[in-house]
């Protein structure tokens, strides 16, 4: 698969095929990604494709300055918001991928895994991004300050903040 300024760059000169490679790159992440801010899997869905089809539409916007994934995602952004500007989110409840290991250690992970994603849950909507975008996606913090619309100091703070308070509220599940 061609990287994503060869893709972008044939996109804009005409090759449709290009862009159906970038949304075959980028899709399902971008979707976990409006989950995180929507809790909604259709509703991230929606937007995503609504993204992706602006992106189609104003080709034109897009500016080699940064990387798509950012132009992406600060777009899912902006409409993930406004969307939760019009209404509540329904909340809905993420999947747990079985890995072919040992049972106990399946038992085990899954279990750590459903407590992080339980307490993720009562973290602020900001925190849940940027605990997403820095250690799911492992953007660097400039492209996760261009998405959240926030300087590179900003987003640190958040990354510390966030992870502090993840760790305070898996303790007091641990100490209960």
Not at 121 to 128: H, N, S, V
Request: net charge positive; proline share 2%; charged share 35%.
């Amino acid at each position: 698969m061609r990287d994503d300024k060869t893709l972008i760059a044939s996109f804009q000169a005409g090759d449709d095929q290009s862009f159906e490679e970038l949304i075959l790159k980028h899709r399902k992440n971008a979707i976990s990604f409006a989950f995180k801010y929507l809790r909604d899997l259709h509703l991230a869905e929606d937007i995503v494709q609504d993204s992706f089809a602006d992106i189609y539409v104003y080709k034109d916007r897009y500016k080699q300055k940064y990387s798509f994934k950012t132009y992406l995602y600060t777009i899912i952004r902006n409409k993930s918001i406004d969307q939760l500007r019009k209404k509540k989110p329904v909340i809905a409840q993420e999947k747990d991928i079985v890995d072919p290991k040992s049972p106990e250690i399946c038992l085990l992970e899954s279990e750590q895994k459903n407590m992080i994603a339980a307490k993720l849950k009562d973290l602020k909507a900001e925190y849940r991004a940027v605990l997403y975008l820095s250690q799911y996606e492992q953007l660097k913090y400039k492209d996760i300050a261009k998405i959240m619309g926030k300087n590179v100091g900003q987003i640190k703070i958040l990354v510390y903040r966030a992870k502090k308070k993840l760790r305070q509220l898996i303790e007091m599940e641990v100490l209960e």
